[in-house]
């Protein structure tokens, strides 16, 4: 119980520390971040605005970093993928899961957490529809019967993007563009125009935080496919501005105590089932 209050008021505290922090012009080196509109991840909207695991990561690496003038770009999803593959631009990010289309212009930190691998998302009334395989759903058998679902072009990861690529020309497969928070997808799952998704658990824990009961129905699934686990870093442009700045934030995460306060952050979004057994300490 004293560890629970302990880490419910570290989090309190790092939620007002978030939604107060203005720029202050100074003298200091700089680092621009830039936070992109993906709920739970960065939330620019709603009833937990600014509350989700990059924010309140960011509130962590701030105070961490008092030696920068920290400049907090707010936008969206279409702006952060163009600015993310130019490696002109002195931005970072302070959450980014590792994903093959941002691998070639980022250079990142120490990991923060790692993810374990992609699931599928879908309504109970569904499990006895879905092919299973060794105790998991098989996604390939899955893909080629009616059942609908939506694809986040480059959301994926390594093991099923290519399953879910061959798919995409597919009547019962809606393509959605890169640019498209994960968040559009969980609505239309939601509102039953698919009936599965693909995705991290932390999406099956935003929408009961979001629709509440409306979401007591949805369960997550182990795919048979989906066996690569996600880490999770700061990243910044692959440039010499941001190799300076990842080396100044990773001996910052070198402390053991900023672990421990972030790994609190991501266990608040994450489901335990959804992160490794280091974060979850």
């Known amino acids: 119980m004293l560890r629970y209050r302990t880490s419910a008021l570290?989090?309190?505290?790092?939620?007002?520390?978030?939604?107060?922090?203005?720029?202050?012009?100074?003298?200091?080196?700089?680092?621009?971040?830039?936070?992109?509109?993906?709920?739970?991840?960065?939330?620019?909207?709603?009833?937990?605005?600014?509350?989700?695991?990059?924010d309140i990561t960011l509130t962590v690496l701030q105070q961490q970093l008092?030696?920068?003038?920290?400049?907090?770009?707010?936008?969206?999803?279409?702006?952060?993928?163009?600015?993310?593959?130019?490696?002109?631009?002195?931005?970072?990010?302070?959450?980014?899961?590792?994903?093959?289309?941002?691998?070639?212009?980022?250079?990142?930190?120490?990991?923060?957490?790692?993810?374990?691998?992609?699931?599928?998302?879908?309504?109970?009334?569904?499990?006895?529809?879905?092919?299973?395989?060794?105790g998991a759903v098989a996604l390939a058998e899955t893909l080629r019967r009616s059942l609908r679902t939506v694809y986040l072009d480059g959301w994926s990861h390594e093991d099923v993007q290519p399953?879910?690529?061959?798919?995409?020309d597919q009547r019962n497969v809606l393509v959605l563009s890169d640019i498209t928070s994960p968040e559009n997808a969980l609505e239309l799952l939601m509102e039953r125009q698919v009936d599965y998704l693909v995705g991290h658990g932390y999406l099956l824990h935003f929408a009961r935080s979001k629709f509440g009961a409306l979401a007591d129905d949805l369960v997550l699934l182990p795919l048979a496919e989906a066996l690569a686990n996600t880490p999770v870093h700061v990243a910044c442009l692959n440039n010499?501005?941001?190799?300076?700045?990842?080396?100044?934030?990773?001996?910052?995460?070198?402390?053991?105590?900023?672990?421990?306060?972030?790994?609190?952050?991501?266990?608040?979004?994450?489901?335990?089932?959804?992160?490794?057994?280091?974060a979850q300490r």
């Not at 203005?22 to 509109?37: C, H, K, N, Q, S």
């Not at 993928?81 to 691998?103: E, F, G, I, Q």
């Open 240 to 278: 010499a501005w941001g190799r300076a700045r990842i080396a100044d934030i990773d001996r910052v995460l070198a402390d053991p105590s900023v672990q421990a306060d972030i790994a609190r952050v991501l266990r608040h979004w994450y489901p335990a089932m959804d992160l490794s057994a280091e």
């Open 163 to 168: 399953l879910l690529a061959r798919a995409s």
């Open 66 to 134: 008092p030696g920068y003038e920290h400049r907090v770009r707010r936008v969206s999803m279409s702006t952060f993928t163009v600015l993310m593959h130019d490696t002109s631009n002195k931005v970072c990010t302070p959450l980014l899961p590792a994903m093959p289309r941002y691998a070639d212009t980022t250079v990142v930190s120490q990991t923060l957490a790692t993810m374990a691998p992609l699931r599928m998302i879908t309504f109970r009334d569904m499990l006895a529809t879905l092919p299973r395989k060794d």
């Open 10 to 54: 570290l989090y309190a505290s790092l939620i007002m520390a978030a939604t107060h922090v203005a720029a202050v012009e100074t003298d200091a080196p700089a680092i621009t971040w830039l936070v992109p509109d993906v709920p739970p991840v960065f939330v620019a909207k709603g009833p937990f605005v600014r509350q989700g695991a990059g």
